[in-house]
């Protein structure tokens, strides 16, 4: 069954005293996994009643790996833009294309973008067009 409403059961779990703080943390990171992310406010105070001030790192580092810890629309605009593929041809076992396919087919064709791809988006002087490097 869907949970309803996930913070009504992850606060017994939280303030429960025979839990270790390992176990909290990964019911805090369950809760935002689930929610596609959190307000800080929220946030600050799931780690201040848990009392994992110290450990508060292990959970707020996940935004390096493209975790959207902390909800907002400036995360979502860094989203890179799926392209069309309704027309190709698709196996019976793998009709889902990854995202890496699209970013290295934007890198082959040198359509990243400065911002955030600055080490890839400069292509080389000798570079043709025809194709990786």
Known sequence: QKVKDSMRVLLPVLLNKSH???D????????????NGTTQENLDKLIQNVQIESDSDMIRNWKY????????????????????????????LSRWTPVIKDVMEDAIENKLHSKDWPYCSQCPPTW??????
Do not use: M, W
């Open 65 to 92: 790996l493209d975790v959207p810890v902390i909800s907002s629309s400036a995360a979502q605009q860094h989203k890179h833009p799926r392209r069309d593929r309704s027309s190709e041809e698709t196996f019976q």
């Open 128 to 133: 043709n067009g025809s194709g990786a490097v």
């Open 24 to 35: 909290k943390i990964r019911a805090i990171l369950l809760y935002i996994f689930s929610t």
């Open 20 to 22: 270790e703080s390992y």
